[in-house]
């Protein structure tokens, strides 16, 4: 499916976001660990997340959908039954990850397998340390590629330092350490996204944060909760951020979007670029901080340099960030995101390839861009490279072009924004 883009004069209006993917993905999985029913409210219902449900599914978990409710049955940690069929991933690595992590610890074989992207991202990186605690794990290159499978049984607990900057990772080993009989240690010197620890600590676990990058976690551990309410994704909101922050007028204001620290670099980039962005409203739900944002256009946007501890608070937001770069004043560096490389595309490598087709003017690097702002770039013929987050971040380039531009590929939007487009058709003038 393409879709044809005009250049736009201001990002106009009050809207909401899909509901947070990272915790959606949490909210179901510690939902069923649960001995109890619990409502989850505002679950994103993309093809991601449903990865996770339908799993859950197979896994003999039971939910009642409602219109903006979902429950679903708690069977406790030990309540899961041995899946008849492959389960299946898709395109999620959250998915393929924490689940690697939970089906470790159940006293039954599965099959866990993704769509031809998921195939070709690493799975190593969880599947090492689950080995090391006990679980069974075979794979393509020795663990290293899906379809896995895993037989797994009561695990020992584990004192691990995260080798790579990934919150699947530790949020897998988080939730295998909940079928150990002891306390399990996890260092993350990267701060990744802290979804699982705060889920966790609403639950009632045992879990610690000790100084920056220690994390313990005590058992036994039972966890009850009643409902979960699921903020806006401060990820999807990014696109429209920097689209309002780039347009030369315009007021956004959007309501309700998580504001975890872990994930709040966008704000923080896009505020040292010279926009304009506000914060009203702040709230908790379930141990996540949520807010209200409001963006206005009209400033001129100068470069920045992204690199070091700032990457992990970004990593969903580099394409979008690029294109911020590269509309505005001078020249935006960002360094140290080889994890890029690793998505559900090589997003180096599909960003930068996509906007120098409107004449951007971008240099690849082996662990980030360089980007030239600030020149006029004309419409283009781009493509999604099957990649939500490029479609998205591509369609906000062609907001700022010179002419108009056909998007290819867009249907990948269905992974975590279904509605992107008519929202972004309602805002934009
Ligand atoms: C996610 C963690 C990040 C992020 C992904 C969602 C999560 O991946 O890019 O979109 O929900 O834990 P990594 O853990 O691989 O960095």
Do not use: W
């Amino acid at each position: 499916m393409e879709i044809t883009i005009k250049p736009i004069e201001k990002i106009e209006g009050q809207t909401r976001m899909p509901g947070d993917k990272s915790i959606s993905h949490r909210a179901l999985i510690f939902s069923s660990l649960t001995e109890n029913t619990v409502e989850i409210e505002g679950l994103l219902k993309a093809s991601d997340t449903l990865s996770t449900l339908n799993c859950l599914k197979e896994l003999g978990i039971e939910c009642e959908e409602k219109e903006k409710v979902i429950k679903v049955n708690g069977k406790g940690l030990r309540g899961f039954t041995e899946p008849v069929n492959v389960l299946d991933a898709g395109n999620s690595g959250t998915t393929a990850r924490l689940l690697t992590g939970l089906l470790s610890g159940q006293p039954f074989h599965s099959i866990l397998t993704g769509d031809d992207s998921l195939r070709k991202r690493p799975m190593k990186r969880v599947t090492e340390p689950l080995k090391r605690m006990g679980a069974l794990i075979n794979g393509r290159k020795n663990g290293e590629f899906l379809p896995l499978s895993i037989r797994g049984y009561d695990l020992l607990p584990i004192r691990y330092t995260l080798p790579v900057a990934s919150a699947q990772v530790k949020s897998a080993l988080l939730i295998a350490a909940l079928y150990t009989g002891g306390n399990s240690e996890i260092i993350d010197h990267y701060q990744t996204r802290d979804h699982t620890e705060r889920a966790l600590q609403y639950l009632g676990a045992n879990i610690e944060k000790i100084g920056k990058h220690h994390i313990v976690l005590k058992n036994p551990a039972k966890l009850q909760a009643e409902r979960f309410q699921i903020p806006g994704d401060i990820s999807a909101a990014a696109f429209f951020l920097v689209a309002a922050a780039l347009a030369p007028a315009g007021e956004l204001y959007i309501e309700e979007v998580g504001i975890n620290p872990s994930r709040t670099g966008i704000l923080d980039v896009l505020k040292e670029m010279g926009a304009d962005i506000r914060i009203y409203n702040r709230r908790e739900y379930n141990c996540e901080p949520v807010a209200d944002l409001l963006v206005k256009g009209g400033r001129p946007l100068k470069g920045v340099e992204i690199r070091g501890e700032m990457i992990p608070q970004v990593v969903d937001e580099i394409p979008v960030l690029a294109v911020a770069g590269l509309f505005a004043r001078g020249e935006t560096v960002i360094q140290g995101a080889e994890e890029l490389r690793l998505k559900e595309s090589d997003r180096l490598r599909s960003i930068s390839l996509e906007l120098k087709k409107m004449g951007a003017l971008i240099e690849e690097l082996p662990d980030g861009l360089i980007i030239q702002g600030g020149t006029k770039l004309s419409g283009a013929e781009f493509e999604s490279h099957g990649d939500h987050r490029i479609a998205m971040a591509l369609s906000t380039a062609a907001l700022f072009a010179e002419s108009e531009s056909v998007i290819k590929g867009v249907e990948t939007v269905r992974i975590s924004f279904p509605d992107f487009f008519e929202v972004l058709n309602g805002l934009a003038h």
